[in-house]
């Protein structure tokens, strides 16, 4: 079955860029979404954004001027880019694979997730 | 920014029926379908209910789920000690172009 694993720094200095990487195994990255998702310590989830294999994008408008995600289908990977972190960035992120409907979105829903990774802002 | 609001907690005894309520607008829930999310503690969100009312291949018939125009609920019937998390309701919202989480309702099986 598909799994997806999380990788990256755990820790990040304020203003600088944090950068995520989620691997698709067990299934191809074609013909699925695939969405950005971040819980902070304590608080709810926050929609972060998703790509589509072929690399068109939508982004969650609160972080769009900070937020780039991009796709590598040669090694079924997908990554998040967040520029000028602060400590309110700091959150467990999730990567999970998405069912949309476009151009509607009447579904939209996120069916297998990874374990997540903490991100820690802080100088 | 969470445009869904649900009661914080809920909570009963072995075997008892615990509804947690969902209520959003009509760019939301009135358009789009409902997905609710289960957290264990310490471990990543578990697709519970998709599409308003359809389980994914795994998830236990004591889960079900509905929606009756701006308000969905979650209802977890014959209530077990694994039951224990946090559970979210999520919808597409067309006004703020964004996927939404609800606030999250913690279960308490007493």
């Known amino acids: 079955q598909v799994q997806l694993q999380e990788s990256g720094p755990g820790l990040v200095k304020p203003s600088e860029t944090l950068s995520l990487t989620c691997t698709v195994s067990g299934g191809s990255i074609s013909s699925y979404y695939w969405s950005w998702i971040r819980q902070p310590p304590g608080k709810g989830l926050e929609w972060i954004g998703y790509?589509?294999?072929?690399?068109?994008?939508n982004y969650n408008p609160s972080l769009k001027s900070r937020v780039t995600i991009s796709v590598d289908t040669s090694k079924n990977q997908f990554s998040l880019k967040l520029s000028s972190v602060t400590a309110a960035d700091t959150a467990v992120y999730y990567c999970a694979r998405t069912t949309v409907t476009l151009p509607d979105y009447y579904y939209y829903y996120m069916d297998v997730w990874g374990k997540g990774t903490t991100v820690t802002v802080s100088s | 920014q969470s445009v869904l609001t649900q009661p914080p907690s809920a909570s009963g005894t072995p075997g008892q029926r615990v509804t947690i309520s969902c209520s959003g607008s009509?760019?939301?829930?009135?358009?789009?379908?409902v997905n609710w999310y289960q957290q264990l503690p310490g471990t990543a969100p578990k697709l519970l209910i998709y599409s308003n009312n359809q389980r994914p291949s795994g998830v236990p018939d004591r889960f079900s789920g509905s929606k009756s125009g701006t308000s969905a609920s979650l209802a977890i019937s014959g209530l077990q000690s694994e039951d224990e998390a946090d559970y979210y309701c999520?919808?597409?919202?067309?006004?703020?172009?964004?996927?939404?989480f609800g606030t999250g309702t913690k279960v308490t099986v007493l």
């Open positions: 790509i589509y294999y072929s690399g068109s994008t």
């Open positions: 009509s760019s939301n829930i009135g358009s789009n379908t």
């Open positions: 999520a919808a597409w919202d067309d006004s703020l172009n964004v996927y939404v």
